[in-house]
DNA sequence: AACCAAGTTTCAAATAATGAAACTGGTTGG
DNA sequence: CCAACCAGTTTCATTATTTGAAACTTGGTT
């Protein structure tokens, strides 16, 4: 009841996110060899996107590349939806508090997506880097946000995972996974074991609303060659300060005047 | 055979960019109003875009904003459809240089995007500068780039803008516009005569390809306190520099790799 | 000149979108 | 307590749009 499949809208979405996959300008044809419509109805939807401003169309080279009406929407996305505006001062203090990198990341279906980061040591932080995307079994912030996701929307979710091993101690089952997220809910706390990069670990905390729905997760990353697991858990009470913060704020964010009526 | 209503998608789409001009979280019936679609049709557009996430529901209070999906879409679109990465660089370099504002500007159908900027005084920039839209018939950057544009396609973004005055050197019409752009093709560069805002002054460039297709602009601006007209023509020449090298770095990046056949 | 590949258009059949109206569930106030 | 009201949701016959195989065009290659 959500995935895809929605009508002509679903899948002219998908063929966008085919289109901004490729992660570089591509013909026509090459995105008939990867989609599953015909010719035409690819040809359609191209032009459809195009038009929009969606899609942004280079005649010299005849190649499609996402188009710039996306960066647009996108700021809007950023500035109203995401917790990033909210989080900015808080996430900053964290940072310098901790003396190491801060993430800040939402759930977006299946995925994790970064929405802002601070490095201790570099303080400026980029539009390039908001918008990454990450697995979501086997990142800090992808399972503590899974934890907290009611049971119908986790299952359609854990089912979207791949699995895939990328380290010895990543998850390659749901069920494994699965006991994990418990373990989360007990502590209110996640890590990540090097599950996705070796030499990389995180402590991760949800940021949830009253109501406990999730809204994100904060975690602060760090490497085995400067500290472990416990030194990371040391950080716990500081960090969830932080997104107790953000969480409080974020309540009273939305709708800032009632005016009218 | 452009702007709106290419069917389904181009409806759904004009939702998605009502509800992210609202710039906060909507309720529905805000929409309705607001909208030319019946209840029905809204409402299953609304479903729609939410299944999609490029909408986020929040259901304890039933209000709708822009989805994360469209920073992820837009992290793609920044990368590879804006000039954003390949003129970093050399726009730190220019404001570096002349010690003044600079931005990097894009078309968007009939309206003018900043991708990027540069602040002399502070060089961080920040995501939620990029994505800022702006009117093209009245900034220095919407005007040298209208000027570039082939015939067809400018009669349409013309017939689009709405000609409000701004201050009192504001165009308030399509012939007084088109003379200015005439001058601009002639001399290669345009400026902002405080059309937009009071005591606010630039100095634009088109960035063009070999083929002279514009690919977006350069400006550099400042105030009628610190500089006047003729301060900021003598940049002329180094701002054409940094437009040139931009347009060059972006025809060499596309397609980094051409492998197989 | 014949060939090929990539991109574009056509058109009847199949499918999906449409929207007036009816329904739900919660809130107000008489 | 009931009636009117409102925001949001669902229904379903009608209507309009999407669909895709095939034909065509364009530009480059042998």
Redo the contacts with the bound molecule.
């Keep these: 009841m959500s995935a895809s499949g ?4 679903g ?1 002219a979405l998908e063929v966008l996110d085919q289109v901004a996959s490729f992660g570089r300008p591509v ?3 090459e995105l ?1 060899d990867a989609s599953p ?5 690819l ?3 191209v ?1 459809t996107l195009t038009n929009q401003g969606m899609l942004s169309f280079d005649p010299d080279r ?1 190649m499609y590349a996402p188009g710039v009406r996306l960066v647009r929407l996108a700021h809007a996305a950023w500035q109203t939806a995401s917790l990033a505006p909210i989080a900015q001062s808080h996430i900053d203090q964290l940072s310098a508090d901790v003396g190491e990198t801060v993430h800040l990341a939402q759930l977006d279906t299946a995925q994790v997506i970064y929405v802002d980061k601070r490095n201790a040591a570099e303080p400026v932080q980029m539009y390039s880097q908001s918008g990454k995307v990450g697995p979501a079994y086997c990142t800090g912030v992808g399972k503590v946000m899974l934890a907290y996701l009611p049971d119908p929307a986790l299952a359609e979710v854990l089912a979207q995972q791949s699995y895939h091993r990328f380290t010895d101690t990543t998850h390659t089952s749901e069920a494994s996974l699965r006991g994990e997220l418990a373990d989360i809910r007990a502590n209110g706390y996640g890590f990540d074991r090097e599950e996705h990069e070796p030499g990389i670990i995180c402590v991760a905390l949800p940021i949830l609303t009253e109501t406990n729905r999730v809204l994100g997760a904060l975690s602060v990353t760090s490497t085995t060659t400067r500290t472990n697991l416990a030194g990371l858990e040391s950080l716990v009470d500081r960090i969830r300060a932080t997104a107790q913060a953000i969480s409080k704020e974020a309540a009273s964010w939305h709708f800032p005047v009632n005016a009218n009526t």
Tied chains: 1, 2.
Excluded: E, H, I, M
Aim: hydrophobic letters at 30%.
């Design positions: 929605d009508g002509t809208v899948k013909r026509f044809s008939l419509f015909p010719k035409a109805t040809y359609r939807f032009q005849g």
